[in-house]
C-alpha cells in the first residue's frame, strides 16, 4: 500500500463510521417524524406512515441517501468508484433488513429488540461495504453510471410506494392491516 493511499482509507473509514452513527440516529428520529408532524402528507416522503416492512425500509434509505450527498463534496474525489459504491451500500439495508426480518418472524414472534439490532446491522453491512468499494482498485467507468441509475431507481420507489402502495405483505401494516399512507 501506498503512503498517501493509507491516510485516503483512514479518513473514507472515518465517514463510513460518521455514516453509521448518522443513518442510525436519524432513521430512528424518522420512525416517529410522521406522527410529529400531525400526518402531514409530504412528511411520508420521508417518514415511516405505518408499521409495515416497507415503510422501515425508509428510515434506512433517506438518511443514507442525504449522507451519500454530503458525502460526495468531501470524499468522492478522494475514493474511487463512489456512485457504485454508495448504491451497492444503500441497496444492501433494505435487502439486509427484510432478509433477517422475514428470516426470523418465520420462527419467532416480531421482537423489538430483534428489529433494532436488524436495523443497526444493515447499516453497519451497507457502510461497511460501501467503504471497501471506495478503497477498491477503480471499476470501469460505466460502474458509475450503473450506480446513478440504481440510486436514482430506489429513490423513485421509496418517493412513490408509500403514496401508492401495491397490495403486498411488505407494504401491509401488520397493526391497522392498511398498506402505505392511510
Not at 74 to 80: A, D, M
Not at 81 to 91: C, E, K, S, T, V
Not at 100 to 116: G, P
Not at 118 to 138: E, M
Amino acid at each position: 500500500m501506498h503512503t498517501e493511499e493509507k491516510p485516503i482509507k483512514r479518513v473514507t473509514l472515518k465517514w463510513a463510521l460518521i455514516g453509521i452513527a448518522f443513518i442510525v440516529l436519524l432513521g430512528g428520529m424518522l420512525h416517529f417524524v410522521f406522527g410529529w408532524s400531525g400526518e402531514w402528507r409530504p412528511m411520508a416522503l420521508i417518514a415511516a406512515t405505518n408499521e409495515s416492512v416497507w415503510e422501515h425500509l425508509k428510515l434506512g434509505f433517506w438518511p443514507a441517501l442525504f449522507y451519500c450527498i454530503v458525502e460526495y463534496k468531501y470524499i468522492r474525489k478522494s475514493t474511487n468508484n463512489f456512485l457504485i459504491a454508495q448504491a451497492i451500500g444503500i441497496y444492501l439495508i433494505p435487502i439486509t433488513i427484510t432478509t433477517l426480518f422475514y428470516l426470523y418472524t418465520a420462527f419467532v414472534e416480531d421482537m423489538l429488540v430483534a428489529d433494532l439490532i436488524i436495523f443497526v446491522l444493515a447499516v453497519v453491512i451497507g457502510q461497511l461495504v460501501s467503504y471497501k468499494i471506495l478503497t477498491a482498485r477503480p471499476l470501469p467507468a460505466w460502474t458509475s453510471k450503473l450506480g446513478l441509475l440504481l440510486l436514482v431507481l430506489l429513490t423513485l420507489a421509496f418517493s412513490t410506494l408509500t403514496y401508492y402502495a401495491p397490495h403486498l405483505l411488505i407494504f401491509r401494516d401488520p397493526i391497522g392491516g392498511g398498506y402505505g399512507i392511510q
